[in-house]
């Protein structure tokens, strides 16, 4: 079961690597993602700095210690660390915002509202309040009703390290092991060489019905010519070349 799990874990990876090293897409952009002990949506992917962010919910009343006991293997968070305080504002960032208050009338208000249905709340006010590690900061969204208003702050709040709150979760993301690094090239090579092969069919197939075969003069062409373009894989499966072989070669 572990093993089949790493298999998926790995894959996931490697295919959001794919995305990122064929260069697509050029802007953040956070998108959900399955995990399979976790569930549907259970993942929150930055698509700019490759983490992936399993949902606070999950982790909720842990303290930094209970949850680090969790990452290690064969535990229920096993391929999982504990997010910086500088990782979980990169999140913020991609999200479109940074630290401060915003109202209902700012544009970063339904910025701030967008990644909490991402990445879940932690409290039923729609708080998003999570421990991050190496010493147990706690990077959290706010929110207050009169008026409505979001307080994001990444860097004031510290828990003790056996502190916990049953509306507190912990900041965790995916940890790619040594063997999924060789997987992430292997996809961002291949995604990238698919994506070429694409645009270059994408060309061919936008060339005009006619064109010239390699013949100078059009009464001179032979049917030797015109295979040996269909050989060198130029005007492959092109019927209209084979309608201008050998007698007719134009433009």
Not at 59 to 76: D, G, H, K, R, W
Request: include cysteine.
């Amino acid at each position: 079961m572990m093993v089949f799990v790493k298999m998926i874990h790995h894959t996931i990876l490697a295919a959001l690597a794919s995305v990122s090293l064929a260069g697509l897409p050029a802007k953040a952009d956070l998108l959900q993602a399955d995990h399979p002990l976790f569930g549907a949506d259970s993942l929150t992917v930055d698509t700019t700095t490759g983490l992936g962010w399993l949902d606070l919910s999950f982790s909720v009343n842990l303290s930094y210690l209970q949850a680090e006991a969790e990452t290690q293997p064969s535990a229920n968070f096993a391929g999982f660390r504990h997010a910086t305080v500088p990782e979980v504002l990169s999140l913020f960032n991609s999200a479109g915002f940074g630290e401060g208050v915003f109202s209902q009338s700012s544009a970063s208000f339904q910025k701030v509202e967008a990644l909490i249905s991402l990445i879940g709340v932690t409290d039923p006010a729609g708080y998003a309040i999570g421990i991050a590690g190496p010493s147990a900061k706690v990077p959290y969204i706010t929110f207050y009703e009169s008026p409505p208003t979001y307080r994001v702050d990444a860097s004031s709040l510290t828990y003790g390290l056996d502190t916990h709150y049953s509306t507190v979760g912990n900041w965790l993301v995916l940890v790619p092991e040594p063997s999924t690094h060789m997987l992430l090239i292997a996809g961002g090579v291949l995604a990238l060489l698919f994506s070429r092969w694409i645009s270059r069919f994408s060309d061919l197939s936008n060339e005009p019905e006619s064109r010239t075969i390699g013949c100078t003069e059009p009464r001179n062409c032979v049917a030797v010519e015109c295979q040996a373009s269909l050989a060198r894989g130029r005007y492959t499966g092109r019927s209209a070349i084979l309608r201008v072989c050998p007698e007719q070669a134009v433009r």
